[in-house]
Every structure is written in C-alpha cells, then in structure tokens.
C-alpha cells in the first residue's frame, strides 16, 4: 500500500465519486424508464430503480459523497434532461434517496463483510422505500391527495401503501439492489480505491450511525414531508414540462450525455492512478 493513501476522501476524491455515482446511475435511472411492467394479479412486477450503483460506491468510497451524487443523477438526467421538473414534488425522492444510500454506506465498515454489505444494502433500500410510503400515507391522511383504493386490498391506505412497500421491497429491493450490491462490493474491493489513490477501507474506518447522523437524517425527512405535502397541494413553485418531455430524442440525449461523463470520470482515474503508480 502506498504510503501516501488514505482511507478518507479529500475533496477533490469525493468530488470525482459524486462525479461518477451521478452518471452511473442517472444512466441505469433511464434504463428503468425503458423496462416494461408486469402484472400477475395484485402483485405488480416492475424495476424501482438500479440502487445497487451507489450503494457499492457509498460502501466503497464517501458515503456521503455517493449518496449526493445518486439523487442528483436522478434528478438531472431522469426529470430534468426528458424535460420536467416538478419543483418541490422532486425534493422528496432527492432526500429520501439520498439518506437511503448514506445510511447504508455508513453501515458497513469492512466491505470485505459479506453480511453486513447485504444487511447494510437492505436497509438503505427498506428505509428509502418506508420512507416514500410514508409521505404517500401522510398526503392522505392530511387530504391533500385523494386515496386511490386496489381491488382485492382492503379500503385502507395503510393496507394499500404496505402492500406496495412489501412488493417494491421484496421484488426491487432484493433483486436489483442487494444481491447485485453483494456481489460487487467484494470484488471491487481493493481494485478500484487505487483509481482514487485511496487505500480500501478496513475494519477500523469511520462509520455507523450516531445521533447526530440520525437527527440530520429526521431532519432531511421532515423537510422532505412538508416539501411533498406543499407540493401536492398546489405549491410546487417551479414546475416545468417541455413539450418534448420524455420522448425518444431526450431519453437517447440523456443516455449519451450520462455515458460520457461516465467515460471521462473513469478516463480521469485511470490517468490518476496511472500518475500515481509512475511517483
């Protein structure tokens, strides 16, 4: 191990992995918009998101770093480059997100454990998608959205919204986010922190979850509730819609553009660690 590595980011490190978790997976974010849904009764078959990217980069690298950059790929290149916006309405994914993929990451110290890198992908995905339910339960009980009863469901919002969160889970959650996490996170291990000139993490890094991070986390929920309920009921500030929003051209343009940034970010840190390697 070179001496002059670390284990903790500087900032231009955390930077480049914003950087590179922002492209990634604001590329696999439009993918999804691209894979169909299947229906088999009540239960509903369809890709929530590819989170396993920045859960591998949080647990990896700078947590923080890598969850900032998921919500922000998702809002540039899955709302804002198919041409929406919907203001305050997209306060609430960024936050929950973003404090998803932050508390994971922090979970794992050793990402050489493969129990506590699935336990960890697990309950970033869980409390991302509780948290979603959530706000979706409190628009109804503030009335500020109508409640949309399922045929087969009892008229509950609370039957309705557990039932989508146990499906999103165990379909999305499991499949797309924690089995691939699992597999990647200890493979990558010890191969891509040197494009970083960073040394792995070991056992002892900085991690976990105090009071201070979870008071910030509640507190980002909170604002998240009352962006989503000011928002629903008619306050949505800047809401925007091209009028060639979502079609082929923006979806190609923002695969193109996403893909790019990918390649220069990871051309970037080949030549990095290459410069390294030759001081």
Not at 10 to 27: C, D, E, P
Not at 70 to 80: P, Q, R
């Amino acid at each position: 191990m070179n001496a002059s590595q670390k284990t903790t980011a500087t900032q231009s490190q955390k930077l480049m992995i914003f950087v590179l978790t922002m492209s990634l997976y604001g590329l696999a974010t439009l993918f999804t918009e691209l894979i169909p849904k299947f229906q088999i009764g009540l239960v509903e078959f369809s890709v929530e998101y590819f989170l396993f990217i920045p859960l591998t980069l949080a647990m990896l690298f700078d947590p923080l770093s890598a969850a900032l950059g998921a919500s922000t790929g998702e809002l540039v290149f899955s709302e804002i480059m198919l041409g929406q916006f919907g203001g305050l309405g997209e306060l609430e994914k960024f936050i929950t997100v973003a404090i998803g993929v932050y508390i994971a990451g922090r979970l794992v110290k050793d990402p050489r454990n493969r129990l506590a890198v699935g336990a960890a992908a697990l309950a970033g995905t869980g409390l991302q998608l509780f948290m979603g339910t959530v706000v979706d339960v409190l628009k109804v009980q503030f009335a500020v959205e109508d409640f949309e009863a399922v045929a087969g469901l009892p008229e509950s919002v609370f039957a309705t919204e557990g039932f989508a969160f146990l499906n999103d889970f165990l379909f999305s959650g499991i499949l797309f986010c924690m089995l691939p996490t699992l597999y990647l996170v200890p493979r990558l291990y010890g191969k891509i922190e040197p494009l970083l000139g960073m040394a792995p993490r070991t056992a002892g890094a900085e991690g976990g979850v105090n009071l201070r991070v979870a008071g910030i986390c509640v507190l980002g929920f909170v604002v998240a509730v009352l962006a989503e309920l000011a928002a629903t009921a008619g306050m949505a500030l800047i809401d925007w819609e091209a009028s060639w929003a979502e079609s082929g051209t923006a979806m190609a343009a923002g695969m193109v553009v996403a893909a790019a940034l990918a390649v220069i970010v990871l051309v970037a840190l080949k030549k990095n660690s290459e410069r390294n390697v030759a001081g």
